[in-house]
């Protein structure tokens, strides 16, 4: 079992990238290998609607988004952790999700995705309280998740935290990420 985590925030040792590592920790002590990328320091840019995806499900933009590809499509499970930036994901993260327009259009409109549907989670932290802050986020993850065949198993939707690292104040936060990871990689 390989598991890939996206680290979808600008903010090295900030609150999803301590919340990812506890889940792919929780997810090697259950047996698995695991990869972290961290878009932050990728070079993708956004889907600029070019369409040439639609002759064989593949962008004509190169940058490091190809080899993010290739983890997309190897990973048994997938875990995105993102701060919640304006009710959203991070917009580190949203070039990477736009460029899976190219898989979304390999699987619905070339019905040529040729492998199986893996699990998913999906970690998120914001700073207030509203009742709908991960509203939005939600809905962006799980049409990500369909277009690369991925399906949402697991959420962590975390409210009221906001300095770098002060999720290290909530070892309960930890402790859920951890757990999410084990039974992510649990069969
Ligand atoms: C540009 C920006 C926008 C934000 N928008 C929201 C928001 O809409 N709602 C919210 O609750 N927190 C918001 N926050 C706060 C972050 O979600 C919060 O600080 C989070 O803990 C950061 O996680 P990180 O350390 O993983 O980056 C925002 C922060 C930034 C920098």
């Known amino acids: 079992m390989h598991v890939l985590g996206i680290m979808g925030s600008p903010r090295i040792k900030g609150n999803s990238d301590l919340l990812l590592d506890e889940a792919l920790a ?3 002590e259950a047996g ?10 990728l ?11 639609l002759k064989d499900g593949r962008c004509v933009i190169h940058d490091d988004m190809g080899a993010v590809y290739d983890k997309l499509l190897a990973a048994d499970a997938v875990i995105v952790a993102s701060p919640i930036f304006f009710y959203t994901v991070s917009a580190q993260l ?11 259009v390999r699987k619905y409109v070339l019905k040529a995705m ?7 989670a999906f970690i998120a932290v914001g700073a207030t309280k509203g009742q ?23 959420e962590l939707l975390i ?29």
């Open 26 to 28: 929780g997810a090697r």
């Open 32 to 41: 698995a290998e695991t990869e972290k990328i961290t878009v932050a320091k």
């Open 43 to 53: 070079k993708i840019e956004p889907c600029e609607e070019y369409y040439a995806c």
């Open 94 to 104: 949203m070039p990477l999700i736009s460029r899976c327009q190219a898989l979304w």
């Open 114 to 120: 040729d492998i199986p549907v893996r699990k998913g």
């Open 132 to 154: 709908k802050l991960f509203d939005g986020p939600k809905l962006t993850i799980r049409y990500f998740f369909q277009a690369i065949n991925v399906e949402l198993r697991e």
């Open 159 to 187: 409210r009221g935290v906001d300095k770098r690292g002060e999720i290290k104040d909530h070892p309960d936060h930890l402790a859920a990420a951890r757990a999410l990871g084990k039974r992510l990689a649990t069969a």
